[in-house]
């Protein structure tokens, strides 16, 4: 299947090889007339045949040749250079003809057969070549002097066989009788060398190449069909060999259209191209685009600023800054073009425009644009609306300063490393934790080099395990160093901090100071301690009971009154049942009256009776509705 990009070129050389294989059905089925032979003014013709295709293969070499520069495939050099020695062939080919003067040696039939086939050879050979041989530049400058002396070197070497050892070629033609088997033979092999190219071009043009592989296909198409007329002739100048010779025209003529659409047409076409689409985005862009001299004379503008600009469509001709812009934001513009003329460029100045959208900040661009020597310089300004970034970054900004003095504020301390757990940032409270004068001079820092560097491992073991699993570790107490050499109690929580992509970046941590709490309940601890020693030495006992919930709390040596063991689920039944039931239902009735009594009554544990004497105060929660 051929590609659809070689279809429609294909399609118009398929169309002309059909017609030239007509022509060949056509010659073959008429006879040759008698008066065909030997033609009186084949000459001439002959002559201008041959001139037409010295001056096609001369401009392939032109074309090829002066192509070296632009970055285009070696193949259409070697073609040039293969054509320019297939041109000088050609001309001594039409210089020995039968009947021209004498060319160095007498002019004859088999000299001109003998130049003939050398540059059917050549041309066919070098066709073969480039169908197979990929499309790349040369990578060296001086491959291309190499390619021409090679075949300008092969030429000279063909002039001398020809010209003064004709001996060493075999006989190619017999007067009255016509070709040899040699030159048939010969003829044959080019047909076949074309054919094999005509193959392979049609299997790749399956795919897009970098070439115009139609003209190149209908080139060695058209050699094989001119290379098998001159297997028929018998006569140099009967009618196969001048339709040949009209043959051989064609087929380098669809060599210098491939050439020419390689190396001329196609990089127009893409230029072209590329102008469409580059005005298409010009149009497109939301900026506004100016092309401008140093007096702000206006000379192009894009269609973005005719819309935002309001400027009717037609009427760009001869306005000026001052036409498109208010005071403030001419004098913006001109100044940037002041510092491009002076800088080669300006970029970053910002100023307010007003427009269709209202009054809004932008910001320009300045570039200069090459120009011919002698033409004023112009210059390329770039408008870009920026007052939703500047929107943007006041919000953000804001915000960042409200984030900060939260920060700065809080109670807490807080802090940020990186995954190698080094600190990038703090807040003041914790800055006075380490001793600093300021959170900057935290920056870089590690535990090592701070007050609490004795409890270094443990901190940084638990902030990798952090950043390693991304789970937090939330309100955990743990011991910290001050710089006085005192140990506080710290109350912390640890989360994974992640960058724009998710990706685990540090770890925030937060802490609270609770020494204080922790020496409270420590001392809270001590006296309830003491509490329950006094107690038991006194045989004294303390319960409290929460009617509202049902709760039941008691120092130990209450509970032990009761024979209740420690840590059992305490309620007024778990009690009752150890009272004496002669004394339980007025004891109970009191306890669930919530009026405070004084009363004694009898406890039995273990078989064991003891009297006890309760009092009971009602308290109320000033908070509890």
Request: proline residues 6%; charged residues 20%.
């Amino acid at each position: 299947m051929i590609h659809p990009v070689h279809r429609p070129e294909l399609t118009r050389t398929l169309v002309v090889l059909a017609f030239m294989a007509a022509g060949i059905a056509v010659a073959w089925l008429i006879p040759t007339v008698p008066q065909a032979r030997g033609l009186a003014d084949y000459l001439p013709l002959h002559l201008l045949l041959e001139t037409v295709s010295i001056v096609v293969a001369a401009l392939v070499f032109a074309i090829g040749w002066n192509s070296h520069g632009t970055g285009l495939p070696s193949n259409v050099l070697l073609l040039g250079c293969a054509f320019l020695a297939v041109a000088l062939l050609d001309f001594s080919h039409a210089l020995s003809f039968a009947g021209m003067p004498d060319y160095v040696t007498p002019s004859d039939p088999e000299k001109a057969i003998a130049f003939w086939l050398v540059a059917r050879a050549l041309a066919a050979v070098a066709l073969l070549v480039v169908t197979i041989r990929p499309w790349r530049p040369f990578t060296r400058p001086a491959s291309r002097f190499i390619l021409l002396g090679a075949f300008l070197g092969f030429a000279v070497l063909a002039h001398v066989v020809v010209l003064w050892h004709p001996e060493v070629i075999p006989h190619t033609f017999v007067p009255g009788v016509g070709l040899t088997p040699f030159k048939v033979g010969a003829e044959y092999a080019v047909i076949a060398i074309s054919l094999l190219a005509a193959a392979i071009l049609w299997r790749r043009m399956r795919d897009p190449l970098p070439y115009n592989a139609a003209a190149l296909f209908g080139a060695v198409c058209a050699m094989a069909m001119g290379e098998f007329l001159f297997t028929l002739y018998a006569d140099v100048t009967d009618g196969f060999n001048l339709l040949g010779h009209v043959y051989k025209v064609i087929c380098y003529l669809f060599i210098y259209g491939a050439i020419f659409v390689s190396t001329v047409e196609r990089p127009y076409r893409q230029l072209r191209d590329s102008q469409g689409t580059l005005q298409a985005t010009l149009d497109a862009l939301p900026d506004l685009l100016f092309e401008m001299d140093l007096d702000g004379r206006v000379y192009d503008l894009n269609e973005s600023s005719t819309e935002l600009l309001a400027v009717p469509p037609g009427t760009t001709d001869g306005l000026t800054a001052d036409d498109l812009f208010d005071a403030e934001a001419a004098g913006a513009v001109m100044a940037a073009l002041t510092e491009a003329r002076d800088t080669g460029g300006s970029r970053g100045r910002q100023y307010q425009l007003t427009s269709t959208q209202g009054r809004r900040w932008h910001e320009l661009s300045v570039a200069r644009k090459p120009a011919e020597p002698g033409q004023p310089p112009r210059y390329v300004v770039l408008s870009h609306d920026i007052d939703v970034r500047l929107r943007a970054e006041a919000e953000l900004a804001s915000s960042r300063d409200l984030l900060q003095a939260v920060i700065d504020t809080a109670p807490l301390r807080i802090f940020w490393k990186d995954r190698n757990l080094r600190y990038l940032g703090c807040n003041p409270a914790f800055a006075r934790d380490a001793g600093l004068a300021s959170p900057e001079q935290l920056i870089g820092m590690d535990e090592y080099g701070l007050g609490w560097r004795d409890q270094a491992e443990l901190y940084r073991a638990d902030d990798r395990r952090v950043i390693e699993t991304g789970v937090p570790l939330l309100s955990y107490d743990e011991p910290q160093t001050t710089p006085d050499g005192s140990t506080i109690w710290l109350r912390t929580s640890k989360v994974a901090l992640h960058d724009s992509t998710g990706a685990t970046s540090g770890v925030l941590g937060i802490y609270e100071d609770i020494t204080d709490r922790k020496r409270a309940e420590q001392a809270l601890r001590r006296s309830e301690a003491a509490l329950n020693v006094a107690q038991a030495i006194a045989r004294v006992g303390s319960w409290h009971y929460d009617l509202a919930h049902h709760r039941f709390e008691g120092s130990a040596e209450a509970l032990r009154m009761f024979g209740v063991a420690p840590g059992t689920p305490l309620d007024l039944d778990i009690l009752a049942s150890a009272i004496h039931p002669d004394d339980r239902d007025l004891t109970l009735l009191a306890a669930r009256s919530g009026e405070p009594f004084d009363r004694e009554f009898r406890v039995v544990v273990d078989g064991r009776t003891s009297w006890i004497h309760a009092r009971v105060k009602v308290e109320v929660d000033p908070l509890d509705h």
